[in-house]
């Protein structure tokens, strides 16, 4: 994978990150540790009816251990890949690969997921990258579709959101992530915050986790790192530990389900 490479990133306020020009990253909230603070009340209240009806799906499944091995989760959804048009626009590219899933080509450009606002809250901003709480939010106003967000998982708590999201009901997840090099298989540079789409879990090749990455680390500057980058973009596989690892290192461990 040719040699590690840190890039760069400047700490603003509660961790937010700037957009620089080396960045792939919509990280704002994705490394903020104060992040349930600052939920407007509908969106706590929102946010806290999903978590009870999570809560006693995991409780069922915990109950129900599985009497086979065929009885261990797998599902892997056809998303549509769609490449972030810029190095710091991952949380819109995400949202509109979300959004491609749920309402096909009535759906958002990634453009018109950057200028959403949630109460006055934005998707994304020049400043500080991106919110996956909004995201979640926006998904469920505009698509219909009831997603969740959750914030501070454990590695488990990250596989069994998956599994819900993308087994039970049917629909792609996201996860912000901060990506060490050395643990990601095709990324060659540290990403301080990223956030992807997840499209797959699958117990039958080593616990995998199949994404849809929006990030073409590989792409010519400013977009990503010319030949120095990785096969980063579009429909990937990684180990489950890799995907909650990522998750579990940034600081609020953030899942949109």
Known sequence: ???KRILPFLAVGALALLALPSLAFG?????DPDVQGKLPQSARAYFAEREAEYQAWANGRAQRAPSRIVDAPYRVLTTTSIMQRRNDYCVPATTAILDRFARGSRSWTQDQWASYRYGGTPLWTDASGGNMWVMAMGLRDRTGVGYSFSSGNSATSVYERSVYGIVTKGRPVAYGVRIDADKWPNYRFDHAGH???GRGVDWRYSNSIYVDDPYPEN???PLGRGSQGGDTFGKKTYARSVIA???VASASQQVVY
């Open 1 to 3: 994978m040719g040699s």
């Open 27 to 31: 990280a704002d909230l994705v490394d």
């Open 195 to 197: 956030i992807m789409c």
């Open 219 to 221: 792409a010519a500057s």
């Open 245 to 247: 690892g990522g998750v």
